[in-house]
T-cell receptor, first 113, second 111 residues
């Protein structure tokens, strides 16, 4: 079965510092990887997905199949980036996968002024 | 926010009582999911639906049942609530594998 691991439960940085949230996964095939974010008092929402190769709010994530990692990075953290971040994996919507997501444990990012 | 609501938003109930949580969508999305969120575990899939009357178990389905009699509603039932089911429950909807949209969550406390 697939598994997603986020080794850091808490991560604190100062404003303007680089930030990296780690995500490792275990799956022998080619999964789809996502980062979801939950800001205080808001709904969980998609931040980015690896197939889009886009940058959202200055965040990027590169899928490294050799290391089975999908780390989230931002060169200069902002206070508004403080939130809970979840890495998630999907086997797609085809067959019997139905777009189900497997989530990591989550990382709480705090950006200090 | 996508048109997805959950009711109730907060509930306190006693051990052994039945509880039903409702998820309602106005997006006509095919897939609907119930997750629970617990510290140290992230979100875990309880049950999901891939169409009206088509449902299946997720990772942590024991003690839960679901029903989907129409596209817009997905009900989660705890037949006999236990303290281990104290959690925050999230409903999500999706039309493809590219993105799921989440509801606001229901905070359930079982005393």
């Amino acid at each position: 079965a697939q598994r997603v691991t986020q080794p850091e439960k808490l991560l604190s940085v100062f404003k303007g510092a680089p930030v990296e949230l780690k995500c490792n996964y275990s799956y022998s095939g080619s999964p789809e990887l996502f980062w979801y974010v939950q800001y205080s008092r808001q709904r969980l929402q998609l931040l980015l997905r690896h197939i889009s190769r886009e940058s959202i709010k200055g965040f990027t994530a590169d899928l490294n199949k050799g290391e089975t990692s999908f780390h989230l990075k931002k060169p200069f953290a902002q206070e508004e980036d403080s939130a809970m971040y979840y890495c998630a994996l999907s086997l797609g919507a085809g067959g019997t996968s139905y777009g189900k997501l497997t989530f990591g444990q989550g990382t709480i990012l705090t950006v200090h002024p | 926010d996508a048109g997805i609501t959950q009711s109730p938003r907060h509930k306190v109930t006693e051990t052994g009582t039945p509880v039903t949580l409702r998820c309602h969508q106005t997006e006509n999305h095919r897939y609907m999911y119930w997750y629970r969120q617990d510290p140290g575990h992230g979100l875990r899939l309880i049950h999901y639906s891939y169409g009206v009357k088509d449902t299946d178990k997720g990772e942590v389905s024991d003690g839960y049942s679901v029903s989907r009699s129409k596209t817009e509603d997905f009900l989660l039932t705890l037949e006999s609530a236990t303290s281990s089911q104290t959690s925050v429950y999230f409903c999500a909807i999706g039309q493809s594998s590219y993105e799921q949209y989440f509801g606001p969550g229901t905070r359930l406390t079982v005393t």
